[in-house]
């Protein structure tokens, strides 16, 4: 694999659902190993951007490479056609995603949870994907709960299990949609944690948030999207400083000064 | 705690209006168990020389075997109509829902004499080329369509559409995320349906589904207007000749009591079995 080809290539991204355009030409570059923060105003297109690079999204126009692979479509002579369902879960494997509202499986427990992909996708041995769960339970800092369902869990612990059970299939890149709107103030900080664990640990990341304060923190580089578009992209400390376009200067002073 | 405790101690709330009930409800249960054991009309000697009669045995069997069939049916044909109904394009959910509004639009009773008679509409019943074309294989419709057979196209038929509705509404109850996630992991259509959506839209379907087990047992009596020996049939046979009409239909009574008992026991465990992680399982009766 060559270091310097990005990890995710996106190129003029078109989507729109009815007569709403969600994404008008959007071009995104991930370097390997790097975190990149979507920001912007509800509405923007981030998350639909993001379910996009994994396919759970049908777009219209443009193209998504993940790895070099491209990603929810082939080529077929000089089209472009959607591919079905069994090659895209495929695709999906190699790629985490945490969503807002944790998803995990209420009639799993934890554990269940966790190792059932490893196994039933990556066709691994029991023991192997057990072993491999508890070790990622240590690092999310959840060991004592791997019989536990997950009404049992608070939202922290069961975002942070959600993170777990991506990381069991050795993701490539990972995905996060909100990780931690749908959770209580005092529970963001946990969470949060352990996504920085993983920066540190140098997974490539594209995080949606409302965190801003996060972003600047973590992320490498920032993009703001405004209205279907990407207003601003480039170096965390400089897009969230110093922001050059209008619109992300006044979603920025919005977003840090709620009650200017 | 509570034996340190400072505060007062809060009793459960007096509630004399229950007690009022209580010796009306005694009144009326002294009543019934007298008349049971004192009025003739309710023959009890005839109903225990009746109630394990051979020809009362076999219509008990005929009336569990077709049950146990229509039921196979429907739950097989309502499962595959209701992800019919979910499939991509206009034209097979269009067929599901067809389907299920004709079944559903026209009484059982019509359609179990309909399947009786279809000799009368179809002389033959062939498989081959339609339209004239060689027949493979062919049998006279008054052979094929037997008592037993018109009861179980009538009535299973039927139930699977009331069943695919039971079943739809199942998937329907478990959560969009559910699907997403497991999509995003990996894991096949196949695999997200019978590990992720199945398990959950169980919870759903079980009790609907458990009702509809129970009215069909009792749904089988319409098969006896096709002549099929179950029980209400054969309970009919013997006081159509002994005129001990009310002792009879106290046998049928006794044996739907027992049998719809002892489903309604394994419905109680099979909801336990998909009460995960929560306590509704030992909270609701």
Known sequence: ????????????????????????GVS?????????????????????????VNALETYDRGLIHVDDLLIGCEKRGDQYFRLGERVLSRQRAEIGMVFQSFNLFPHMTVLENIIGAPIRVRGQGRAEAIAHARDLLRKVGLSEKEHAFPKQLSGGQQQRIAIARSLAMRPKLMLFDEPTSALDPHLVGEVLHVIRDLAKGGMTMMIVTHEVQFAREVADRVAVMVDGQIAECGPAAAVLSNPQDARVRAFLSRTLRPDA | MSAQSAGAVILPRRQPSRWIGLPLIGVIIAWMIYQVLTNHGFQWTVV?????????????????????????IGIICGGVLALVRFSPGPMLPLCARAYIWFFRGTPVLVQLVFWYNLASLFPQISFGIPFGGPKL????????????????????????????????????????????????????????????ILPQAMRAIVPPTGNQIIGMLKYTSLASVVGLGELMQSVENIYASNFQTIPLLIVAALWYLLLVGLLSIAQSFIERYYAFGTTAGEGAR
């Open chain 1, 1 to 24: 694999m060559n270091a310097d080809r990005p990890m995710v290539r996106i190129d003029d991204l078109w989507l729109s659902r009815g007569v709403n355009a969600i994404l008008k």
């Open chain 1, 28 to 52: 995104l570059t991930v370097a390997r190993g790097s975190v990149t923060a979507l920001l912007g105003p509800s509405g923007a297109g981030k998350s639909t951007l993001l379910r996009c």
């Open chain 2, 48 to 72: 225990w020389h009746y109630l394990f009669e051979p020809t009362i045995l076999v219509g008990v069997g005929m009336t569990l075997a077709l049950t146990v069939l229509v039921m196979a």
């Open chain 2, 137 to 196: 294989f062919a049998i006279s419709a008054t052979a094929a369509i037997s008592s037993f057979t018109a009861a179980l196209l009538g009535l299973g038929l039927n139930e699977a559409a009331y069943m695919a509705e039971i079943v739809r509404a199942g998937l329907l109850s478990v959560d969009r995320g559910q699907s997403e996630a497991s999509k995003a992991l990996g894991y096949r259509p196949a695999q997200t349906f019978r590990v992720v």
